[in-house]
């Protein structure tokens, strides 16, 4: 039996500094059975990162509410809010966000690092999760010696370090070529096969939709 894990209802983010506003998303909903993956379409601007950053919980919404398993996520306080991102939700930014002067290893294992997880577990499971994402031969390259490809790849297998229940990918195959692209989508299908991990994945790209069981457009804030 299905059951729903992730409820986003009437999702609204104005955007206020100074005396400008941005409404950027006006109203987006999305429910989401456990281990279903969907993923996001729509053009530039249309709210799509803001979307997925409300469900990541990194920013609250304007109005609208979330539910994560039922409960209510922005009835949390700020620590609490960090202490749940931080332990269910993997996240794969639109630009990789690696840090430039540690390696694959450390890049992957720094969200354990974070929670305090003993330095020799955090780098066994960093080591495992690069082994899955097929990186075992790179994990002491720096970010600068990965390809595209492989760089995206480190991105993925640090959102997924902590074993969080839900991964938001922001445009995860944005700037790479039809192979490597296809590795990548590879790499989240069979998570969220073997896994069961529940996926959104926003894109621009048309051929992310063979990869994920339903789809959603994104036009002007509206879902
Ligand atoms: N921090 C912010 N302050 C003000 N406006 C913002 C902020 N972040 C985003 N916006 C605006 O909100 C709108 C939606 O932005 P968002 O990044 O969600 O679009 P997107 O669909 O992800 O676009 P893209 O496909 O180009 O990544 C845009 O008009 C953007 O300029
Ligand atoms: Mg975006």
Redesign the pocket.
Known sequence: MSRIFLVAEDLEKI?I?GD?R?H??RSASLKLNKGEAVSIF??????????LHLLGAFDRPTSGKVFFDGKDVFEMDDSELAEFRNREIGFVF?FHHLLPEFSALENVALPLLIAKIPRTEAFERANAVLVEVGLADRTDFLPVKLSGGEKQRVAVARALVHNPRLVLA??PTGNLDLETEREVMGVFTDLNDKLKVTFVI?S?NPIIKRFTDRQYN?IDGKM
Do not use: M, R
């Open positions: 955007y500094n400008d941005v950027a998303l729509g053009p530039s601007g249309s709210g799509k990162s803001t979307f639109q922001d445009e926003v621009h994104l």
